[in-house]
């Protein structure tokens, strides 16, 4: 069974820094692009970034809300992507999901989630 | 952008939705998906690629569109339809998502 589990969300003051995991099983990790997703609660969904699979070069792009503040990488051998957020905001407030992506067409995207974590901003 | 129409929808159980998303730009390869998603759980993925349908979603749930129209149509809405819906599309190196559309029992 597909899994993703998010943690590490939590209550953190403006200007520091948080690290959200998001743990897989139940498929390869290593074939899947794996994508970070916010929601702030009761608005609308917004995309984070995501990193390719190594097979197409690791390589993570990010929104510009979250560019030169956020990192994402991955270990294929833990089966974790990971979201490292610097400089935190209190607009950094929301539901942090992960998902991910195939890359390959024809493929569904975004098939499975995980529950999200909660990050809370504020001082 | 993709702007998302209308915003709150509000129906009865057994009528048909029909569900707007239209993008400010060609849409890249067709790469428009649908999700569903109520309160306090993750989104769904319903259709991607604008008119597959993902894996054990009902067939009354249908994609179509081409270019920057899209429509997202239940043709006969079960009470565990009444959610919000989200367009979302890829453009190359990003995602973007509408802003979404509630609906609601009348």
């Known amino acids: 069974e597909v899994q993703l589990v998010e943690s590490g969300g939590g209550l953190v003051q403006p200007g520091r820094s948080l690290r959200l995991s998001c743990t897989a099983s139940g498929f390869t990790f290593g074939d899947y692009a794996m994508t970070w997703f916010r929601q702030v609660p009761g608005k609308g969904l917004e995309w984070v970034g995501f990193?390719?699979?190594?097979?197409?070069?690791?390589?993570?792009e990010y929104a510009a809300s979250a560019k030169g503040r956020f990192t994402i990488s991955r270990d294929d051998s833990k089966s974790i992507a990971y979201l490292q957020m610097s400089s935190l905001r209190t607009d950094d407030t929301a539901v942090y999901y992960c998902s991910r992506d195939p890359r390959i067409a024809g493929r569904p995207p975004f098939d499975y989630w995980g529950q999200g974590t909660l990050v809370t901003v504020s001082s | 952008v993709l702007t998302q129409s209308p915003g709150t929808l509000s129906l009865s159980p057994g009528e048909r939705a029909t569900l707007s998303c239209r993008a400010s730009q060609t849409v890249n390869a067709n790469y428009l998906a649908w999700f569903q998603q109520k309160p306090g759980q993750a989104p769904r993925l319903l259709i991607y690629?604008?008119?597959t349908r993902a894996t054990g979603i009902p067939d009354r749930f249908s994609g179509s569109g081409s270019g920057t129209d899209f429509t997202l149509t239940i043709s006969r809405l079960e009470p565990e339809d009444f959610a919000v819906y989200y367009c979302q599309q890829f453009g190359g190196l990003s995602f973007t998502f509408g802003q979404g559309t509630r609906l609601e029992i009348k």
């Open positions: 690629d604008s008119s």
């Open positions: 990193i390719k699979s190594n097979s197409y070069g690791g390589t993570a």
